[in-house]
């Protein structure tokens, strides 16, 4: 049966199949058509009495997302991710800049085009799953089909709900109501309505956070397998970080309603350029730069534990401004006890461990050098005890430089 929903494919590549797959993907990276494009939005709330005050949600917002691309907004609460969502959905109005959906204006601060939510190609999943409780699994799902982009008789509706709460593995409830289903249940089956609705872009909005942690991490891999299957643009907003580096394709890293950052979540993770994408991404340490140069290709920084040698980056890449920071993960802290750190490199320091935790698979040690504490991850069965003299190495691959 031929399948509206299935553009991609769930299956491996074999043969040339694969070849040919691969091949175009490098060749047309910046061929690849945008279907969402965001440039320089703004939105200001006004809020108080008579709306005196002001609130900037959003300022000079500009990104694209590739069809197909599992794209992630992700930042503190209250940094405007709910608000850039609902700006694309059509739920809040921008008050400058433009949004395009599959090449359409939905929005435009210059023309005034401000297209409504239900003719926009979205479908829509937000923390609260607004499914219907008096409707059954079956009922809820064929909702969806009504608020689609085709039209679709009584009989195939049924077929088609069927099919994707199949994909959800919801098929043995489809007669229950939806009060007798789990809260993971209940996700999967609001996600299954948006997606009935057969969008070009699907925007969820925290859709995970009410779910407990053990639901949580496998509904990731659900979603993202559909999603993969579906082939379908995603816009997904998020606070937790292993989430967002689990699940996307892109990352975009949003602070104060502006784009902090954005790239892969290994680039953010080991090649952040700034000190938020890198606290965003995870546990990181920030070592204040006081002066940087370069010496025969390497380059070098002056902190204050002393002069610590660099190569992660090509010099022109260097920021040029800004307070300049060494970012380094707790993994790439190697701990040692007394004496045996010496053959590690240039960057060794005598340090002292002022805190030790052992959770299971690794320790988080806090080690101190000078004035200056670090985070440390370490195997869970190193036997480094509070206040044990070591050493510590860090390598000097494992540093970014970031503003
Ligand atoms: P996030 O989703 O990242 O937690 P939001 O987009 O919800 O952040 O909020 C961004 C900022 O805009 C916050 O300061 C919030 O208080 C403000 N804000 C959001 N919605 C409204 C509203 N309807 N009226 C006034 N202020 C709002
Ligand atoms: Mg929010």
């Known amino acids: 049966m031929a399948n509206r929903f299935f553009r991609g494919s769930g299956q491996a590549l074999t043969g040339d199949r694969a070849k040919t797959e691969s091949f175009s993907i490098e060749s047309s990276e910046s061929a690849r058509p945008a279907l969402v494009e965001v440039r320089e939005l703004a939105k200001t709330f006004r809020i108080g009495v008579r709306g005196r005050e002001e609130v900037c949600a959003l300022r000079d917002i500009s990104f694209s997302v590739e069809e197909g691309q599992f794209f992630t907004l992700v930042g503190p609460s209250g940094c405007g991710k709910s608000t850039l969502l609902r700006c694309i959905a059509g739920l809040e109005m921008a008050e400058q800049g433009e949004i395009r959906i599959d090449r359409q204006v939905v929005y435009s601060g ?11 190609p979205i479908g829509m999943v937000f923390q609260s799953y607004a499914i219907w409780p008096h409707m059954s699994v079956i009922e809820n799902a064929v909702f969806g089909l009504r ?5 679709v008789d ?34 999967r089956l609001a996600l299954a309505r948006a997606l009935l609705s057969n969008p070009r872009l699907l925007l969820l909005d925290e859709p995970l956070s009410n779910l407990d942690a053990e639901r949580r991490s496998e509904m990731r891999v659900e979603l993202r397998r559909v999603q993969r299957e579906v082939g379908i643009t995603t816009i997904y907003v998020t606070h937790d970080q292993s989430e967002a580096l689990s699940m996307s394709d892109v990352l975009t890293v949003v602070m104060g309603g502006k784009i902090v950052e954005s790239g892969t979540p290994r680039q953010l993770y080991f090649n952040p350029r700034t000190s938020i994408g ?7 340490n920030l070592i204040p730069i006081k002066r940087l140069y370069t010496d025969g290709g390497q380059v070098r920084c002056e902190t204050e534990l002393g002069t610590i040698s660099v190569s992660s980056r090509p010099t022109d890449e260097l920021p040029e401004t800004g307070e300049r920071m060494l970012s380094v993960r707790p993994e790439n802290v190697h701990v040692f006890s007394n004496g045996e750190g010496e053959i590690f490199g240039p960057n060794v320091f005598e340090a002292r461990i002022v805190g030790a935790e052992f959770v299971g698979n690794h320790m988080n040690l806090t080690v101190r050098l000078g004035d200056l504490d670090l985070a440390a991850s370490v ?7 509070l206040g044990d003299r070591v050493s510590v190495g860090l390598p000097s691959s494992a540093f970014s430089i970031v503003v």
């Open 154 to 187: 009584k009989h195939k509706s049924h077929e088609l709900a069927e099919e994707m709460l199949e994909r959800f593995g919801l098929a043995s409830m489809s007669s229950r109501s939806p009060s007798e289903l789990s809260g993971g249940q209940q996700q």
């Open 147 to 151: 608020f689609g982009r085709d039209k």
């Open 110 to 120: 210059v023309t005034g085009v401000h297209v409504s939510t239900d003719r926009r």
């Open 278 to 284: 890198a606290r965003v991404t995870g546990r990181v």
């Open 379 to 385: 195997s869970g069965e190193d036997r480094f005890s």
